[in-house]
Nanobody
Framework: QLQASGGGLVQAGGSLRLSCTFS????????MGWYRQAPGKQRELVAR???????NYTDAVKGRFLISRDNAKNTVYLQMNSLKPEGTAVYYC?????????WGQGTQVTVSS
């Protein structure tokens, strides 16, 4: 249902934009989120955007990351600026609507110092 892309290797201070396309129905009714999981750590919420366009971010990325969505393209984005080495992780997109929840396959982001 979810296909993420855009990960890669970037130097500290650089930028990447992740994309995640939803192949199911009624994308606009789903709350969308980006999570990440670093080696040896639990998966954590990075950013999420609700159907009313309200959004929130984990403190570690506030002011540097921006989540957005294009309902016409069934796609959610995560623009990541001023990346730090501690941002190295597999990034997953997530879609939720009522009791339904979907996860993408993850895309690797590696930030070199």
């Amino acid at each position: 249902q979810l296909q993420a892309s855009g990960g890669g290797l970037v130097q500290a201070g650089g930028s990447l934009r992740l994309s995640c396309t939803f192949s199911g129905k009624l994308f606009y009714l789903h709350n969308m989120g980006w999570y990440r999981q670093a080696p040896g750590k639990q998966r954590e919420l990075v950013a999420r955007m609700f159907t009313d366009s309200d959004m929130n971010y984990t403190d570690a990325v506030k002011g540097r990351f921006l989540i957005s969505r294009d309902n016409a393209k069934n796609t959610v984005y995560l623009q990541m600026n001023s990346l730090k080495p501690e941002g190295t992780a597999v990034y997953y997109c997530n879609a939720k609507r009522q009791l339904a929840e979907y996860w993408g396959q993850g895309t690797q982001v590696t930030v070199s110092s």
